[in-house]
């Protein structure tokens, strides 16, 4: 679909459609989030883990198509879910990290990441974060793990500092 995309455009893209987010919608799609049983009233499970859960179930469903029915069936499978979204372009996630990244390396300035704080139970923490660019505080991000915390963080700092996303 691109010839004209650089290795690393194609890769942002491919990162796109083979997201967590991605796989929640295709695995909501195909229904296949009702096929799995958990117990949740014991709240052994946190909620970021049942997320993690329903995106790996269209992972392993794919794996199963393939193994089971070779890799023509698979592909069949994937033109009718994936594709589509494929085709109309849809954004499942950004990725601000490495957009801000982008920036730093093209205005020659260092970015970094630090943790600020860490709280909750260890299956089930919350992380603040904040973005440093040479040194100065552009933003804080909150999230259930470092990296969506820093992604946050990116994000605030890209708006601040006006950088087209």
Same mark, same amino acid.
């Given at each position: 679909?691109?010839?004209? +995309?650089? /290795?690393?455009? &194609?890769?942002?893209?491919?990162?796109?459609?083979?997201?967590?987010?991605?796989?929640?919608?295709? #695995?909501?799609?195909?229904?296949l989030?009702?096929?799995?049983?958990?117990?949740?009233?014991?709240?052994a499970?946190?909620?970021?883990?049942?997320? #993690?859960?329903?995106?790996?179930? +269209?992972?392993?469903?794919?794996?199963?198509?393939? &193994?089971?029915?070779?890799?023509d069936?698979?592909?069949?499978?994937?033109?009718?879910?994936?594709?589509?979204?494929?085709?109309?372009?849809?954004? +499942?996630?950004?990725?601000?990290? #490495?957009?801000?990244?982008?920036?730093? %390396?093209?205005?020659?300035?260092?970015?970094?990441? /630090?943790?600020? /704080?860490?709280?909750?139970?260890?299956?089930?923490?919350? +992380?603040?974060?904040?973005?440093?660019?040479?040194g100065?505080?552009?933003?804080?991000?909150?999230?259930? #793990?470092?990296? %969506?915390?820093?992604?946050?963080?990116a994000?605030?700092?890209?708006?601040?500092?006006?950088?087209?996303?």
């Amino acid at each position: 679909m691109h010839p004209s +995309f650089s /290795e690393g455009k &194609l890769t942002k893209l491919r990162a796109n459609y083979v997201c967590q987010n991605a796989l929640i919608v295709y #695995s909501h799609e195909n229904n296949l989030d009702k096929c799995i049983r958990l117990n949740l009233e014991d709240n052994a499970l946190t909620d970021n883990e049942v997320i #993690s859960i329903t995106a790996d179930v +269209f992972e392993s469903f794919l794996g199963a198509i393939y &193994l089971d029915q070779g890799i023509d069936k698979a592909k069949e499978f994937l033109e009718q879910t994936v594709f589509p979204y494929i085709e109309k372009k849809t954004i +499942f996630f950004y990725d601000y990290k #490495s957009t801000i990244k982008e920036y730093g %390396d093209a205005v020659g300035v260092e970015v970094s990441y /630090e943790l600020l /704080e860490e709280h909750g139970a260890p299956h089930d923490k919350t +992380f603040v974060m904040r973005i440093l660019i040479d040194g100065v505080d552009y933003g804080h991000g909150v999230g259930k #793990s470092k990296k %969506d915390a820093e992604q946050l963080a990116a994000c605030k700092a890209i708006d601040k500092l006006k950088i087209e996303k």
